[in-house]
């Protein structure tokens, strides 16, 4: 069965950063888009971030456009998330999530997607 384990939360400094990874199983991993979604307390779903099947475009939410770098190893089914120059706004909890294709026509579509990982919180805070 899919299985997204992310990893790498925890409490970082503003300014500080942090690298999330999620690690996939139960699937062809390379033949399908990946993206990384969060949640804060009390505030809707943020699509962060997004990449293609073969890492050649990627997507960012304008609130984390040069801070956050997307990337993926296919060989070693992971997906990661580096941040940068956090902000205390960047709290919340990061889910990895499974699109169901190569390439989603709509980033921030839920339905663009199938598998979620568990989540890892992220609190950003001096």
């Known amino acids: 069965q899919v299985q997204l384990v992310e990893s790498g939360g925890g409490l970082a400094q503003p300014g500080g950063s942090l690298r999330l990874s999620c690690a996939a199983s139960?699937?062809?991993?390379?033949?399908?888009?990946m993206s990384w979604a969060r949640q804060a307390p009390g505030k809707g779903l943020e699509w962060v971030s997004g990449?293609?099947?073969?890492?050649?475009?990627?997507y960012y939410a304008d609130s984390v456009k040069g801070r956050f770098t997307i990337s993926r190893d296919n060989a070693k089914n992971t997906v990661y998330l580096q941040m940068n120059s956090l902000k205390p706004e960047d709290t919340a909890l990061y889910y990895c999530?499974?699109?169901?294709?190569?390439?989603?026509?709509?980033?921030?579509?839920?339905?663009?997607?199938?598998?979620w990982g568990q989540g890892t919180q992220v609190t950003v805070s001096s």
């Open positions: 990449i293609y099947d073969d890492g050649s475009d990627t």
């Open positions: 139960g699937f062809t991993f390379s033949n399908y888009a």
């Open positions: 999530v499974k699109a169901d294709s190569r390439r989603p026509a709509h980033w921030a579509a839920k339905y663009e997607y199938d598998f």
